[in-house]
């Protein structure tokens, strides 16, 4: 018989439709293998039963209606990343430095969840404000790849990630400023995307900012990430980047296949000359680049779109967009040494530099764009290694040391949110350290508002090498 967490968000949220399981059950379910799991992948800072209970009670009422007056998204589990707001929740943003800060009122995207019909079964743990791909915080245990919980679940969203692949939910809220979705993705064994600048607002409490970072979801399946980018591309009035809607739902775009696409190859590392990749990820990249080829799409080599100088921009708005954390100035030194020294480049950007970075970036894009425009998608790796193991990748005595070691980790990810553009990590390889199966994230990036394009063909290379029967030790309680 199929258990509640072997079930994928869609099909859980069409079992509750069908009365064959309730939102009350599905919570008592999630809630129970929070308890025996999450010590163990460390993936929430705190449970919401209560909440939740409330929302399933509603959901269960809801259930008197017609199917089609349904929300999508009845009764299945959706935890939150802890840099969104929940009204009445704790708000710690991953931080010893804000103190007990209770939300005071949901943010867009929250909205946009319970509007589905989801249960909000707690705060997703993250790093300090999100800034590493790490989730190693002051407030917290580390969050743990499931695969092997020596290892991190990835940053900034490793909660969420930890979440979904540990079976305790089988989506979660993220959100991606430098690959922080794409990242735990690939060290979880998950999908995930980020996508096209303007696809998802941050409204109606937040700015866009430089335009990096976008709200999204972690998932075990490609059609259930197109469901939820169908829920979260919402606009709200006022918002600075708008992107009309596809004329039909992206989960649609599962069904129908790709045509044939010119795919660039892309293995040499683009923000970081020194990232050393590993060779079972060069290996699980070029397996993937002779899938596509089997499935009769091009495959040629794409270059670097720019040289790595040009990342300086994305360093300079990073410790930037670090200052505009409310610390308040007593509680500095709680902050950890990483946030310390980026708000410390952070005020040393002067005004010119920063108009500067973003003009800059607006040209890197017109360069990628012009150096890619042959290709339909672009084929690499999501990291340059393995999942690392806990506590390698946080390095509080050199800061400078820790940000460094990021770029070599991450050398891909950034390049789509300098440009705006879509990308997707998806988990087709695998690779063996130590005795051990760690699963190795692929990404396909897309050109701009080319959702459709990436989850066509996403479903196509989930058909032909499907990963639903691959499970973690720790999914069926062995580690």
């Not at 708000?91 to 509007?115: I, K, N």
């Not at 918002?239 to 790709?258: H, I, N, S, T």
């Not at 696409?261 to 002779?290: F, H």
Request: aromatic share 6%; charged share 20%; with cysteine.
């Amino acid at each position: 018989m199929t258990e509640i967490h072997d079930l994928t968000a869609l099909e859980l949220a069409a079992a509750v439709r069908k009365r064959e399981v309730s939102p009350t059950e599905v919570l008592d379910h999630t809630l129970a293998r929070a308890e025996r799991l999450d010590p163990v992948v460390g993936a929430f800072v705190t449970t919401t039963p209560e909440l939740a209970r409330e929302q399933a009670v509603e959901a269960e009422h809801a259930l008197v209606r017609p199917d089609d007056d349904l929300p999508p998204f009845l009764g299945v589990p959706c935890p939150v990343k802890d840099l969104a707001m929940v009204a009445g929740v704790p708000f710690r943003a991953g931080s010893a430095a804000l103190g007990e800060v209770v939300a005071p009122a949901d943010d867009g995207v929250v909205t946009l969840l319970h509007g589905a019909g989801t249960l909000m079964v707690g705060k997703t743990n993250t790093p300090e404000f999100g800034l590493p791909p790490y989730t190693e915080s002051d407030i917290a245990p580390p969050a743990r790849t499931p695969w092997d919980v020596g290892r991190s679940a990835g940053g900034s969203s490793g909660g969420a990630a930890a979440a979904v692949a540990a079976g305790i939910v089988p989506v979660a809220h993220g959100s991606d400023g430098g690959g922080s979705i794409r990242i735990p993705a690939s060290a979880c064994g998950l999908v995930g995307l980020k996508s096209t600048r303007g696809r998802v607002s941050p409204g109606p409490y937040r700015a866009e900012g430089a335009g990096l970072a976008l709200e999204g979801v972690l998932t075990r399946d490609v059609r259930d990430t197109a469901a939820f980018l169908d829920v979260l591309a919402h606009p709200w009035p006022g918002d600075a980047y708008v992107l009309a809607r596809p004329a039909g739902r992206f989960l649609d775009a599962c069904e129908r296949p790709p045509g044939r696409l010119t795919v660039g190859l892309l293995t040499q590392p683009v923000i970081s000359a020194e990232a050393a990749v590993d060779g079972g990820v060069l290996a699980a990249v070029v397996r993937t680049a002779r899938l596509v080829e089997d499935l009769g799409h091009a495959v040629e080599p794409a270059p670097v779109p720019f040289e790595p100088e040009r990342w300086d921009s994305f360093e300079a708005i990073w410790s930037v967009s670090s200052l505009s954390a409310p610390v308040p100035e007593e509680n500095e030194h709680l902050l950890v040494p990483l946030t310390r020294w980026l708000r410390e480049k952070g005020r040393a950007v002067s005004g010119l530099e920063y108009a500067t970075a973003i003009r800059l970036i607006q040209l890197t894009t017109r360069e990628a764009a012009a150096t890619w425009t042959g290709y339909d998608v672009i084929l690499a790796p999501t990291l340059a290694q393995p999942p690392a193991p806990v506590g390698s990748q946080r390095i509080d005595s050199d800061p400078a040391a820790d940000f460094a070691a990021q770029m070599a980790f991450t050398p891909w990810t950034s390049v789509w949110n300098l440009t705006g553009w879509p990308a997707i990590s998806l988990p087709l390889e695998e690779t063996v350290v130590d005795g051990v199966t760690l699963p190795v994230g692929v990404m396909l990036g897309g050109r701009h508002g080319a959702e459709e394009t990436l989850l066509s063909l996403a479903a196509q290379l989930e058909a032909a090498r499907p990963w639903r029967d691959r499970r973690p030790p720790v999914w069926s309680g062995t580690w």
